[in-house]
């Protein structure tokens, strides 16, 4: 009989597998799909010689991670490139601010008036990411903060929504900026604990950057796969789970897939009927003949590029989206991985990376849309475009079925379930079925390439097991 048996070899799914196997436990993963990857995948999805990352691209999280960190990934092909600036936010006047590694270079680009208040807001925290983010992505019942103090004031400045934050900035250029960073979860800026996100994102940016990884977003799963197999554990692709009796006989079994997923096939019944799906994402990937051509100098050397030049504009859509309906004027996030990482395209070409929010299950267009907005800061952009796959939300739910309507974040990332995933609980990877864990980003600490709601999984099953073999 196996120890574990993790379904989904999604970064959290593979993470779990490698903490366990790294404690000698024996372990299998059964993924559904033909390659290993979930929400970390690298595919020709335009033209050849044009590779695209189908969902995530910028790793923030994923470069600071505690549970990357503890793992020797370089070894297994996995190199992180920064660009020179992690990000810009183009306003229509010809400017952008920047979101810096420098804070004096990504407060003076915010105005004179904000500069000293940016420096005031992130100051306390400069210096303690790697001790902070353990604290703050852990569990407080299997890891005592190392900084229960840095712990307790981050929190404090982070539980207050948006509005909290906002008033610290007297212009709005600091303001869309900030509201840029916050949407990033793709849920209301008025929102418990969204300060915190827009803060947590800014230090990323300060601490350890935002890079991409050489060859895209893939290297990240294969490096966790080949460790995992230097480990002995195996991994099963193109394997669908339907039901538990599908899988071989363990002792615990660890689901990277939603929590509708997981009750369906562990037989669990209305175990998560209250778990929300929030808003989804409509996302284009572009072949490009050139560089995208931005008005603003700044984004020409960014790696990600924010497209909502004020906050009102972003609050808008936001609002749109979560609230049912498509936005005329989308917020975008956009990724430019073949400035660092050239192999991304052929030579003299550009792959480009871009998604607005429309509302959960939407099966309409936004390409024009989106389009427009990049239009409205790189005039002349659609004249470069070879090539384009367009995935609404039902394409989103296709590619990978922990995106329910297209919630790429595996779950409304808004209200309480931002802090408390998947449910009220204190021991949120533990199930009513005492051998099935979730160890998926629908669980603490919740969406992002970081592999901590995996790592935390791991650690409950380990107990479990300790225990176990201690009786």
Request: one cysteine or more.
């Amino acid at each position: 009989m196996l120890d574990a048996v993790v379904v989904g070899a999604g970064p959290n799914g593979l993470t779990a597998a490698v903490e366990l196997a790294r404690r000698g436990r024996t372990v299998e993963v059964f993924e559904a799909k033909e390659t290993v990857g979930g929400g970390a995948r690298t595919e020709e999805l335009t033209l050849p010689g044009f590779r695209h990352d189908p969902c995530s691209a910028v790793h923030p999280l994923g470069i600071g991670s505690p549970a990357f960190a503890g793992m020797p990934l370089d070894r297994y092909g996995l190199e992180w490139l920064h660009p020179e600036l992690p990000m810009a936010h183009p306003f229509d006047d010809g400017t952008a601010a920047v979101l810096s590694r420098s804070v004096a270079e990504t407060a003076a680009s915010l105005g004179p008036r904000d500069a000293g208040a940016y420096r005031r807001l992130l100051s306390p925290y400069l210096g303690t990411w790697d001790v902070l983010v353990r604290d703050f992505m852990s569990l407080p019942l299997t890891a005592l903060p190392r900084d229960p103090v840095g712990l307790a004031r981050f929190a404090a400045a982070g539980l207050p929504p948006y509005s909290w934050l906002m008033r610290r900035f007297r212009d709005d250029r600091a303001r869309a900026m900030m509201a840029g960073l916050v949407a990033h979860v793709i849920a209301p800026l008025t929102g418990i604990a969204t300060s915190g996100v827009g803060l947590l994102f800014a230090l990323a940016a300060h601490e350890k950057g935002w890079p991409l990884p050489r060859g895209g977003s893939q290297s990240i799963a294969d490096a966790l796969a080949r460790h995992l197999a230097d480990l002995g554990g195996t991994v099963h692709t193109g394997f669908e789970v339907k039901r538990l009796d599908d899988l071989p006989p363990a002792r615990a079994y660890l689901f990277d897939t939603s929590p509708t997923a997981l009750a369906r096939i562990a037989g669990l019944g209305r175990s998560y009927e209250n778990y929300r799906y929030g808003a989804a994402a409509f996302k284009i990937d572009y072949a490009l003949d050139g560089p995208v051509p931005w008005t603003a100098e700044e984004p020409r050397r960014a790696g990600t590029v924010q497209i909502g030049p004020s906050s009102r504009e972003i609050a808008t859509a936001l609002g749109a989206a979560t609230g049912g309906s498509a936005p005329a004027t989308p917020f975008l996030i956009t990724a430019q991985p073949s400035l660092v990482d050239p192999s991304r395209a052929p030579e003299g070409k550009h792959v480009f990376w871009a998604y607005g929010h429309v509302p959960n299950g939407w099966d309409g267009d936004l390409t024009d849309a989106i389009e427009r907005q990049i239009e409205r800061f790189a005039p002349g952009f659609r004249d470069r475009v070879l090539a384009r796959a367009t995935a609404g939300p039902p394409e989103l739910e296709a590619r990978n079925a922990n995106y329910v309507g297209g919630d790429i974040a595996c779950g409304a990332a808004s209200g309480l379930q931002l802090l408390l995933r998947p449910t009220v609980s204190l021991f949120p990877h533990r199930t009513r079925h005492p051998s099935v864990f979730l160890c998926s980003a629908a669980s603490w600490p919740g969406p992002g390439v970081h592999g901590m709601s995996g790592h935390n999984a791991a650690k409950a099953v380990w107990r479990a097991l300790r225990a176990a073999d201690a009786r």
